[in-house]
């Protein structure tokens, strides 16, 4: 029996937790690491291949995750989605493993699936935003009602989807389904050169690429802050406006503390469950030091 030790908490803490030994597995590691919330990959990541969902001890994670009396579980694509492609073959893959995760998020009661949507190969956003829209379209028609799809927003390297904002916005309209939101990953927020604080960055922390202007204008002008559903917590080792997407564990890199302070303490957000992938102060992935940071800077 999994019980939760961690005191109780006004807001979901978590991080991404491996599900190696079975998905049951990550509620302990989540219990470990002091988390109340956590996100998960139905399957290795960096392959096509999935189990037959029946086979997935669900029934066990499901006891395990209330018996921990922990909080939501999300859901990562794999990383080799791309509804852009000019491929059909992998545009069917992409469909079909985005159809298998969210059964899985439906079967273990998730709060969503977290998709990177890929790249437009230099092809440009306007002449693959209505083949993106009809793949997600799909999805949703095939997959229970009480599943959703999050789009992962992008940290602005070249040809990734989703980096701009707007891009989030147009799928929302064109797509049209409450089961349809986003995710605001932190560090490719950064990364795309979009600011979320009123400290200055200084000249030799900014990169090549142009800033995008303040976030949280962004988010109003857009109408986003009503489809966000999670945000994912992390540092960045790059610059702002760099481009690149490299994780840090918090407080150890570019982005100003103040920053994460304003973004997490937005009364817009209190509500939304916080998960991390910072690389661990061990380089084991999310550990305690990390969540009791977040913690601390959304209080």
């Not at 190696?20 to 219990?31: D, E, K, L, Q």
Request: aromatic letters at 8%.
């Amino acid at each position: 029996m999994i019980k939760q030790t961690t005191q109780k908490h006004s807001r979901y803490v978590g991080g991404h937790v491996s599900c190696a030994g079975g998905i049951p597995t990550s509620i302990g590691r989540a219990v470990g690491i002091g988390a109340n919330c956590l996100q998960i990959f139905s399957a290795s990541p960096r392959t096509w291949a999935k189990k037959p969902l029946e086979e997935l001890p669900i029934d066990e994670f499901l006891i395990a995750h209330k018996e921990a009396n922990m909080g939501p579980t999300f859901t990562h694509a794999v990383y080799l989605v791309n509804f852009a492609s000019e491929s059909p073959a992998a545009r069917k893959k992409s469909v079909d493993t985005l159809i298998y995760d969210l059964q899985f998020d439906a079967a273990i009661g998730g709060s969503g699936v977290v998709v990177h949507l890929g790249s437009h190969q230099g092809r440009g956003w306007e002449a693959v935003r209505t083949q993106v829209a009809q793949e997600i379209t799909t999805i949703l028609e095939n997959t229970p009602e009480h599943s959703t799809f999050l789009i992962e927003n992008s940290a602005g390297q070249k040809g990734k989807l989703s980096s701009d904002l707007s891009e989030i916005r147009w799928l929302l309209d064109a797509v049209a389904s409450p089961r349809l939101g986003w995710c605001l990953d932190t560090c490719h927020a950064f990364a795309a050169g979009y600011s979320f604080g009123s400290e200055d960055i200084p000249p030799d922390n900014i990169g090549k690429n142009e800033p995008r202007g303040d976030l949280f204008t962004q988010l109003e002008t857009y109408d986003l802050f009503s489809t966000l559903q999670c945000i994912h917590v992390n540092d960045s080792k790059d610059l702002f406006a760099s481009g690149r997407d490299r994780h840090q564990n918090i407080g150890e890199g570019s982005i100003p503390k103040e920053w994460f302070e304003t973004l997490l303490q937005r009364p817009e957000l209190k509500s939304m469950s916080l998960i991390t992938e910072a690389p661990g102060f061990d380089g084991k992935g999310p550990d305690r030091e990390n969540i009791e940071r977040i913690r601390n800077l959304a209080r």
